[in-house]
């Protein structure tokens, strides 16, 4: 990948935004019950602050930032918590707050349809030269990453590298990392976020 001038300073606006936007819009502090079944005394709903206009373009610059960094063309993910974060990374892309790297956006279907064009990829048709990332809104075991990985090898889409706005550090990391030889990166991590959570190993 050629040199390109990152400009630091606004990277770290957006990201001091960004984690903000989270504390103050996303955080939600009552017991839950996570998609992976477990019980959990807080929950973290990206798309309360991704869906605000302040925010939007900020975590979308974030985002297009480690595309460009792992030379991705394409950007996506499975709904809905994909939905907000793809087109904010196409949209920081679009608006030039970061160079062009990412060309597509795609949501990826849990099963085909079974009517129309029946893809279980949706977006423009991704080609043997593109590569993608996955990006996630949370992450807590990676079971729905994972299975995500799987669909995008059944279509033969190289990923080099899975995007999380949040871990919550619960072993998802290292089941990404037993699916999938590319990097995952997340943006920031529950202990950033809510420092003082009960659950907290001391």
Known sequence: MSRVAIDRERLERSRRAVLAGLQQHALVVKEVVLASGQKAPYYVDVRRAALRPELFLALGELIAWQALELQATAVGGVPLGAIPLACAALGATAAGLVPNGIEK???????????????????????????????????????????????????????????????????????????????????????????DRPDRKR
């Open 105 to 195: 956006g795609f949501f990826i279907r849990k099963e085909r349809k079974g009517y129309g064009l029946g893809r279980l990829l949706e977006g423009p048709p991704l080609g043997e030269a593109d590569r993608a990332i996955l990006v996630e809104d949370v992450v807590t075991t990676g079971g729905s990453t994972v299975e995500a990985l799987s669909r995008l090898a059944e279509e033969g889409v190289e990923v080099v590298g899975v995007v999380a706005v949040l871990d919550r550090l619960a072993g998802g990391e290292e089941a990404i990392g037993r699916a999938t030889a590319a990097p995952y990166r997340p943006l920031f991590t529950i202990d950033q976020v809510y420092p």
